[in-house]
Every structure is written in structure tokens, then in C-alpha cells.
């Protein structure tokens, strides 16, 4: 964003503007980081919004936008207001000739359309959007990208890639269709189509962290792991004070012979984000397999420390106490596994120890536990 020297605009000598221009905000605001949305940009996207010829914003946008609060306050007064009473201005207004009213009927009509569908009615609110389309074709990409979002949130993928399809025909060139596209076919596990998007996306979008990462995924999924990694690789050369790319690049290396590399990410994503339970675990495994067991037991005590919430990291400790020869500890740590998940797998490593300490009556009551969660267990799929 360019600094400006003009003064705001009085919003509250306008209040139909100001909300538009909340609406505004919010349709650039879409899932987007760090770019602060100013009122001038926002009134200028609103004469753009009002003009049937005229993008929105640039579609392949490598800019990433927080809404200003002021917009959040504002939206949330639109939202509270009564929705089917301001849709009676607005169609009132735009009859006698306020051309304004043209995009705020079209976005008053898309906020009714999410109200229907929040309260269950998913088909009445696909008709409403459907509606809206086809009477607003300024509108249209909005109101797709809107629909899309919505149902792919309730689990409907493949409505919401239907919608994401004619968006792609409509705006071939706009990034933010591939991207929520290559989503939806992640959440279906079709990783081929998820890599087609994403390649579609980098492209659009060479020099953006988020669309590397998206590519990087898909290449892991699709056992593409030394192409995952070079991808990864870019997107750190652009974010290098991202932790996730760090972990993300290390699952990659995971499956590859690069040990060594595969540590030392884990290592700069730890370094970046002190906290993170899930890199301390992984970089455990990763020593494991280095056969560097006091480092392994370290980083395990840490990602325990963190969150000891996972029953299998308890049990991890378990085995590395009883190869230790610290039987009581790994009892110990079998026993908060079997609290968090008394699996089998976690009773029948109690009643190992507990036979070998000669406490028999522990461990058949641990065996007799563990047959009779198997017995009463579910049928697996095959």
C-alpha cells in the first residue's frame, strides 16, 4: 500500500457507503495476511465495485490483507441490522436512481444468502446465490467465491468445486480460485487434481510463500519428496522466518536418505517456534533413527512437557525407559498412555513389565483388559 495524503472520507455523513465499503473490505479481507486495507483503498474498490467493468482487485493479488478494525466494527453492524428491511431501501433506492445502491444490493442479497445457509437451509441459499449471479453478473465472482466457501466448510467439497470450476472459466487468471480449488480436493484426498491446482497457482503467483507451500504439499502427497523439497526450498528463501515451511520441508526429507538435513529443519522450525510439541517429537523419531538415543529422549521429554496430551508419545517413552532397564519409569509412562487411550497395544506393554517385576496378578488383569477392548472392538473395514 502507497501512503496517501487525502483525508478520510466522513463515513458517518454516509452511512449506506460505510457499510458498503465494510462489505468491501471484507471481500478483500478474504483469508488474506498482512497488508492493512485503508479507507481510501476501500472507497476506491467501492467505485470499482460500482462499476459492472471494473475488477475488484487484481486477481492474481500477492498482496495479503488485514482488515482494518474499524471494518470489523462496521461489518458487524451490518450484520447485526435487519437484513430483509435494508434489501427494501436498497431495491427502494436503486428504483429512484441511486446508482450507489447497485453493489449494496448485491452484497445485502449475498449476507441473506449466508444467513439462510448458516441456519441449515443449504439448498434455499444455493438458490439464493444462484439468483443473485444470474441478476448481478458484477457480482458474480463474489458471490461464487461466497457460495464455494460456505459449503466447502460444511464438508460439501464437490458442490463447492463446482462453483470454484465456473469461477476458473470466469477468471482464469484469479490465484484465489486455484488455491481454494486445490483445497477442496486436499480435503477429498484427490492429490493429482490438488497438484494441478497448485501448479496452476505458482504459476499465477511465482514469488508467494503460501502458493510454494500449497505446491510443496501436493508433491509430498503425491510421493514427489525430493520435488516437495526444492519447492519448500524456494518458499524459505522467500519466509525464512517461517517455522511451518522448516517442519513442512522436513517431511519431505523424512522420506528420503537426508537425515542430517531432515534434523537440522526440524532444528531452525524449533528455533523459530520454541513451543512446538509436534517438532520436538519429530526431530525424537528423527534421532531414533540416527541411533542417538539420548538426544531422542530429550527432545521426547520436551514435546511431553509441551503437550502431554498423546498417548502414543507416553508410550514411545515407555520403550526407550524399558530398554533402559528403568522399568518402573516406563511403567510409568505406559500408565498415562493407557489414561489418555487404553489401546491393546499400551496394556499389553504394562503387563510385559509387570510379569517382569513377577507382579502376575497386574499383569493378567492388564492382558484380560486388553482381550476384552479387542473383543468388543468394531470390525475393521477391509
Not at 517442519?247 to 520454541?274: F, G, H, K, N, V
Not at 513377577?358 to 484380560?368: H, S
Amino acid at each position: 500500500m502507497t501512503d496517501r495524503e487525502d483525508p478520510p472520507a466522513p463515513i458517518a455523513d454516509a452511512p449506506a457507503l460505510a457499510k458498503v465499503i465494510s462489505m468491501a473490505a471484507r471481500m478483500a479481507g478474504r483469508d488474506g495476511p498482512k497488508a492493512k486495507l485503508e479507507l481510501p483503498a476501500a472507497l476506491d474498490m467501492f467505485r470499482k465495485l460500482t462499476r459492472p467493468n471494473s475488477a475488484v482487485a487484481g486477481p492474481a493479488n500477492e498482496v495479503e490483507v488485514e482488515i482494518d478494525p474499524s471494518w470489523s466494527e462496521l461489518r458487524a453492524e451490518l450484520e447485526q441490522d435487519d437484513i430483509d428491511a435494508q434489501l427494501v431501501t436498497a431495491r427502494r433506492e436503486l428504483a429512484a436512481g441511486d446508482q450507489d445502491y447497485v453493489v449494496i444490493l448485491a452484497a445485502l442479497r449475498d449476507l441473506h444468502a449466508m444467513r439462510t445457509f448458516e441456519r441449515g437451509q443449504h439448498a434455499e441459499a444455493f438458490a439464493e446465490w444462484e439468483q443473485l449471479i444470474e441478476d448481478s453478473p458484477h457480482y458474480r465472482v463474489e458471490a461464487l467465491l461466497a457460495r464455494s466457501a460456505f459449503f466447502a466448510a460444511e464438508g460439501d467439497q464437490r458442490t463447492a468445486i463446482h462453483d470454484l470450476d465456473r469461477l476458473a472459466a470466469l477468471e482464469p487468471r484469479n490465484a484465489e480460485v486455484y488455491e481454494r480449488r486445490a483445497r477442496c480436493f486436499r480435503r477429498l484426498d484427490d492429490w493429482p487434481r490438488a497438484l494441478a491446482d497448485a501448479r496452476r497457482l505458482v504459476h499465477l503467483l511465482p514469488r508467494n510463500a503460501d502458493a510454494l507451500q500449497s505446491l510443496g504439499l501436493a508433491q509430498r502427497f503425491t510421493d514427489d519428496y525430493e520435488g516437495g523439497a526444492r519447492t519448500y526450498g524456494r518458499a524459505i528463501q522467500l519466509a525464512p522466518w517461517r517455522a511451518d515451511l522448516y517442519e513442512e520441508r522436513a517431511s519431505c526429507l523424512m522420506m528420503t536418505p537426508r537425515r542430517a538435513e531432515e534434523i537440522a529443519d526440524l532444528t531452525r522450525c524449533i528455533e523459530r517456534d520454541p513451543t512446538n510439541a509436534e517438532a520436538f517429537q519429530r526431530r525424537a523419531f528423527a534421532h531414533a533413527r540416527s541411533r542417538e538415543p539420548e538426544r531422542e529422549l530429550a527432545d521426547l521429554l520436551r514435546a511431553i512437557e509441551l503437550d502431554p496430551t498423546h498417548a502414543r508419545w507416553h508410550h514411545t517413552l515407555g520403550r526407550i525407559r524399558e530398554r533402559q532397564g528403568q522399568l518402573d519409569l516406563a511403567i510409568e509412562a505406559f500408565s498415562r498412555a493407557i489414561d489418555l487411550d487404553p489401546k491393546p497395544l499400551f496394556l499389553e506393554a504394562r503387563a510385559r513389565l509387570h510379569e517382569a517385576k513377577g507382579a502376575a496378578d497386574l499383569a493378567v488383569a492388564d492382558l484380560l483388559r486388553a482381550a476384552d477392548i479387542e473383543s468388543n472392538a468394531p470390525p475393521e473395514d477391509d
